[in-house]
């Protein structure tokens, strides 16, 4: 689930994204960062402009892509504290019919290859096959709910590629497909942007890589899920929403590589006081399955069934947050602490504010009864709005209640519940997420450390 705050940054407006969501049994929702909207009124028009024209789908490694921590892509700048990665994205069995797209977003909180439309190229668009629906001659989409707004689009097969690793047939769902642009009213009717734009998504599309393998899981199984449809090959979807198998859900691309296929680790350096204009790092796949990605973390979390620890903030204290998560998709400490000021800057709604910059700390604990103190430093998110940079480890806020009553949201009781341990968490760490077994019991993926739901840090 996400929540939009917005900072501004100089004369640029900058959406910061909440995510916060699970797996289990209940499943996921995207994260993702958003600029200013320059869509149409539908939110889902494609602009040639916008397609993503690539960079270097760099890696030291076969399982290890460079990430990066910059101002976004070329029709969304300005971003803060977003980790994108780069991929390769092609039609079905094709080595030809490719495309390499840049400023997709890394988020260990959600579930998936999903890409803009309009960040898309015309011919790979036009490759990419539909996923059936639950009748003949219709085709699968999804509306995918955070807690500000909605991403609407088709479902459709895809090959990815990243570093060395390959995932072939993957569900890629295609935000923003401008041949569906009915959205279902109970999609619509949640309340929130649309936000099918890269302008106003903040990224090219987005890499979900968190602890489960399929987005939604058993509760979307049912017709009424209110998260996935069925459409007609005129894309003129209605409700209501229909139950699709655990194989047709939009999944974690990682549970389907030939061998890294149990995890993800981030690492990211530690950031210069103050900030810095951009950070690389390393996403790594795989978790002792080879030599550079062993498991050397001296903290090892197990999350529960929806892929949540419990977080005790302020340490020491009795106030235990059950339903707490460690985030790349969220950008900045997420929790709600009355004592420090709000700022009053315009655009900087729900950021924190103090006079000075703030050491604080919270215990996190697994079901496996271990736990860690954490010690974060919150500064003053006005100081930050005028320095031109794109990464903080200092930023927080106060955390958007959720809107969503969607089934796919795990996440939809208050955000009182929670602390989320977003992006900035993840400077100097090397960040641990590790998949659970496949819901339907067919594969489970082991580590050093047992099976997941856990993280690791």
Not at 30 to 53: L, Q
Not at 76 to 85: F, R, T
Not at 279 to 284: I, S
Request: hydrophobic share 35%.
């Amino acid at each position: 689930m996400r929540a939009a705050l917005l900072l501004s940054l100089g004369m640029v407006l900058i959406a910061l994204g909440v995510a916060a969501c699970g797996g289990g049994s209940g499943g996921s929702s995207i994260a993702g960062g958003g600029g200013s909207s320059s869509s149409t009124s539908n939110g889902s028009t494609s602009s040639s402009s916008c397609v993503a024209t690539g960079g270097a789908n760099t890696s030291s490694a076969p399982n290890m892509a460079t990430v990066i921590v910059d101002g976004g892509p070329a029709c969304a700048p300005g971003q803060v504290d977003i980790l994108y990665v780069t991929v390769v994205l092609c039609a079905p069995g094709s080595t030809t019919n490719c495309q390499t797209i840049d400023h997709v977003q890394v988020d260990t909180q959600s579930y998936g290859l999903r890409v803009l439309s309009e960040a898309l190229a015309p011919a790979l668009a036009a490759a990419l096959t539909p996923v059936p629906g639950s009748q003949s001659g219709q085709v699968l989409a999804e509306c995918v709910q955070f807690a500000d707004g909605y991403s609407w689009g088709p479902i459709k097969q895809g090959d990815m590629q990243i570093a060395g690793e390959q995932a072939s047939g993957i569900e890629v769902q295609v935000i923003g497909d401008p041949a569906y642009q009915n959205v279902p009213s109970d999609c619509s009717a949640t309340g929130g942007t649309q936000e099918d734009t890269v302008s106003s998504f903040g990224a090219n599309g987005i890499l979900g890589v968190g602890p489960f393998v399929p987005d939604c899981g058993p509760g979307c199984t049912s017709d009424g899920n209110g998260v996935y449809y069925s459409c007609p090959p005129s894309g003129a979807c209605a409700s209501p929403s229909v139950g699709v198998s655990l194989v047709q859900q939009v999944s974690n691309p990682v549970a389907s590589f030939a061998q890294d296929d149990n995890g993800v680790i981030v690492q990211l350096p530690q950031l210069a006081s103050g900030g810095q204009p951009t950070v690389t790092g390393q996403l790594v796949f795989g978790i002792d399955t080879e030599s550079n990605n062993l498991m050397t973390a001296q903290t090892v979390l197990k999350a529960d069934g929806f892929g949540y620890i419990v977080t005790t903030y302020p340490a020491g204290s009795a106030n235990q947050l059950t339903q707490s998560l460690i985030d790349s998709g969220s950008n900045a400490y997420y929790f709600e602490d009355d004592t420090i000021p709000q700022c009053t800057t315009s655009g900087l709604k729900g950021f924190y504010c103090p006079p000075s910059e703030l050491s604080l700390s919270a215990t996190n604990r697994g079901q496996n009864g271990t736990q860690s103190t954490v010690t974060f430093n919150v500064g003053d998110a006005a100081t930050m709005n005028g320095r031109n940079y794109a990464a903080f480890d200092d930023l927080a806020g106060s955390p958007v209640p959720s809107s969503s009553s969607s089934s796919s949201s795990a996440s939809s009781s208050s955000a009182s519940q929670g602390f989320d341990w977003g992006l900035p968490f993840f400077f100097g760490r090397n960040v641990y997420t590790a998949i659970a077994c496949n819901q339907d019991g067919a594969s489970c993926r082991s580590t050093s450390q047992g099976y997941g739901p856990y993280y690791a840090y």
